[in-house]
């Protein structure tokens, strides 16, 4: 049971990472990895807000959150829509991404500094015995709140007219602006939504093991194989795949220890690669970008 409550976990972070990152590669069709420093940022802002404003424990997490929403905007508006204007290819805004990444990292670093901060009131979290596995509430309102805000996110894209505005953006954002969309706008709130998601992550894994500048980067990597074994346009499989890269990585530490947790990630998306690329149920990130 240990076992499961620990993939569980484990699964409701790669999940907020890759649902929010598959919105943003849907709508501009480029790795965008400064979702990983986003996912990084929204924690320090938590921690900026209570311990240095003064805030609230949960006054710090909204504004958090909404910070997080804020800085993803911000690189679309600032980065990403100047170089689509410019009409750059996929490989310069990736590189784009790349830099905002390492340039927020930095950012955080100098201002924060680069030793392990925490938002926790204690250092041993209280946990709880369910059905023999121990668990604390922060990782139980990480498997919550991924579920709930996951199952919000599918129902509005499938639902709602903004969903329907957001599929068609996806698919022919020339198109969607015949049609009446505005391609700009739909594809400025994508960010904020995705931003957000990540930012709920990033806030949950530092109250459940403390934050580090660099602590992005696995989650970042781990919600991108996600979007490519579970299918770029899937929630479901995102779903799929996040629980089954969360039960890899967590047998693979019962039976050879921590080392070898990232290694079976990479040889999970390297297996659906050459077996089946298109992903569970979904499309590849492939045939998504052309």
């Known amino acids: 049971m240990q076992l499961a409550a620990n993939a569980l976990v484990a699964a409701g972070t790669i999940l907020l990472v890759a649902v929010g990152f598959a919105l943003v590669f849907g709508m501009v069709r480029f790795f965008h990895f400064a979702h990983g420093v986003i996912f990084t940022a929204a924690a320090y802002l938590a921690f900026v807000f209570q311990t240095w404003v003064g805030l609230p424990l949960i006054a710090a997490v909204v504004m958090a959150v909404v910070g997080a929403a804020v800085i993803g905007c911000a690189i679309e508006i600032g980065v990403y829509r100047p170089l689509r204007a410019k009409v750059a290819s996929p490989l310069v805004l990736l590189l784009a991404s790349l830099g905002v990444y390492v340039v927020l990292q930095n950012l955080i670093s100098v201002v924060c500094g680069d030793d392990t901060k925490q938002l926790r009131s204690s250092e ?10 121990r668990v604390t509430w922060v990782q139980l309102a990480t498997i919550a709140v991924a579920v709930v805000l996951v199952a919000t996110l599918a129902a509005v894209v499938q639902k709602t ?43 949950l894994v530092a109250f459940d093991v403390d934050m580090t500048p660099t602590m992005g980067m696995n989650p970042l990597m781990l919600g991108m194989i996600a979007v490519i074994v579970g299918g770029v346009r899937s929630i ?12 890899a990585q967590q047998a693979t530490v019962w039976v050879f220890g921590s080392a070898w947790q990232d290694a079976v990630a990479f040889l999970v998306l390297l297996a659906f690669l050459l077996v089946r690329a298109r992903g569970f149920v979904g499309r590849g990130t492939q045939e998504a970008i052309a």
């Open 161 to 203: 007219r903004l969903g329907q505005a957001m599929r068609a953006v996806a698919d022919d954002p020339q198109l969607a602006s015949v049609s009446g969309i505005e391609s700009d706008r739909i594809i400025l709130l994508t960010f904020a939504i995705g931003s957000a998601l990540a930012g709920v992550g990033g806030i």
């Open 124 to 133: 041993i979290p209280e946990t709880i015995n369910i059905l023999g596995a």
């Open 236 to 247: 479901p499989g995102i779903v799929l795949a996040a629980l089954l890269l969360a039960c």
